[in-house]
């Protein structure tokens, strides 16, 4: 049993806020257990012609860390999130224009880079940005040969190895790894079957984010009949 009470393949609870910011197209808070994260998204509008692409539109993600100056880690999260949104954002579909993506870390308890993606879909969709499909991201922690899934801050500090994987959705049974970010030691029999296991929490994860769009979409279209 963990510090949490949970058994090694539960995830912790996810507390989803749509539309928490005002002055941006799209943001969502997502809670998972004690870890924050606040995303918004800003756009699209037309790029700036130093960035401009002609064939494509920009995505420039922001990461902010909850106190101090960006480092390493945060660069490293950037680049991350970016290549990761990149893959599932229709970019052919609004040219020469430019999205911003800005995560502000609020807690950090361990699976932050997860939270980070998942909250930045959900972001994506709030703001109607053109998706190829959708995803979902999860974190597994190998401590001495145990399996510890959405591990809290302590287990990952006390882990041999660290897995966040991106799984993308293309059917009820269909999943794909769109990203894989793996640190510390661990073989090959240990990473398949943490792709195994991270496959199943992907798909309770993505049928959360489901639940909480269409609540969105019902209400919209209440709050337009009473019109």
């Known amino acids: ?7 090694n393949n539960d995830i912790r609870p996810l507390k989803i ?3 928490l910011l005002t ?3 799209g943001s969502i808070q997502l809670e998972q257990g004690n870890t924050v994260v606040l995303v918004s998204v800003t756009g699209p509008v037309e790029a700036p012609r130093r960035v401009e692409e002609p064939t494509r539109l920009v995505l420039d993600v922001l990461f902010k860390p909850c106190s101090g100056l960006p480092s390493c880690r945060e660069k490293k999260f950037e680049i991350f999130v970016k290549q990761t949104l990149e893959s599932f954002i229709d970019l052919t579909s609004l040219p020469r224009t430019l999205i911003t993506v800005v995560i502000q870390e609020i807690k950090n308890d361990g699976a932050l880079l997860a939270c980070c993606i998942n909250a930045a879909t959900l972001a994506l969709m709030e703001a109607g940005i053109s998706l190829l499909n959708r995803c979902a991201s999860i974190t597994m922690a190998i401590s001495q040969d145990e399996f510890v899934l959405d591990p809290v801050l302590k287990e990952e500090e006390g882990a041999d190895s660290l897995h966040t ?4 959705k293309y059917s009820e049974q269909e999943y794909s790894i769109i ?25 309770a994860i993505n049928l959360i984010m ?10 919209m279209s209440n709050d337009i009949m009473k019109e």
């Open 1 to 7: 049993m963990r510090t949490d009470n949970r058994e």
């Open 17 to 19: 806020i749509q539309n």
């Open 23 to 25: 002055r941006c197209d």
């Open 165 to 168: 994987i991106v799984f993308s």
């Open 179 to 203: 990203s894989l970010d793996s640190t510390g030691i661990f073989n090959l029999d240990s990473l398949n079957e943490t792709i195994t296991r991270c496959k199943l929490a992907a798909n």
């Open 210 to 219: 489901d639940k909480a769009m269409i609540s969105k979409i019902e209400k």
